[in-house]
């Protein structure tokens, strides 16, 4: 769903956000990615390639920052534009989510 709402952002807010010093905090020198579906990927890819215009010298972001910025946008969304990203992950084949039960610790 966070990668589903970075994907309706403009490139150059995307490009601007990945600019600010406090976020590359978040990475290291290495990536793994376990557990990602291919249209996970396809999505994350595609943003990178949109941005790499607006970013210094034409470097494309790591899929490692795309992923953290769409997690830290989760924040700032407005409740609407998150459930129509929820839909859309749904409509592209995300699995639906579990169904809350009585040990469930979240609350």
């Given at each position: ?45 595609s943003i990178t390639e949109r941005v790499q ?13 795309i992923y953290i910025l769409a997690l830290r ?35």
């Amino acid at each position: 769903m966070a990668i589903e709402h970075l994907n309706t952002l403009p490139p150059s807010i995307i490009a601007d956000q990945l600019k600010e010093p406090e976020l590359a905090g978040f990475g290291g020198n290495e990536e793994h990615h376990v557990g990602a579906s291919h249209q996970l990927w396809n999505i994350a890819t595609s943003i990178t390639e949109r941005v790499q215009g607006h970013m210094a010298e034409g470097r494309a972001p790591t899929l490692g920052m795309i992923y953290i910025l769409a997690l830290r946008q989760i924040t700032t969304a407005d409740q609407s534009a998150l459930l129509r990203a929820f839909d859309r992950a749904l409509q592209s084949g995300a699995r639906t989510p579990a169904i809350r039960d009585t040990h469930d610790l979240a609350g």
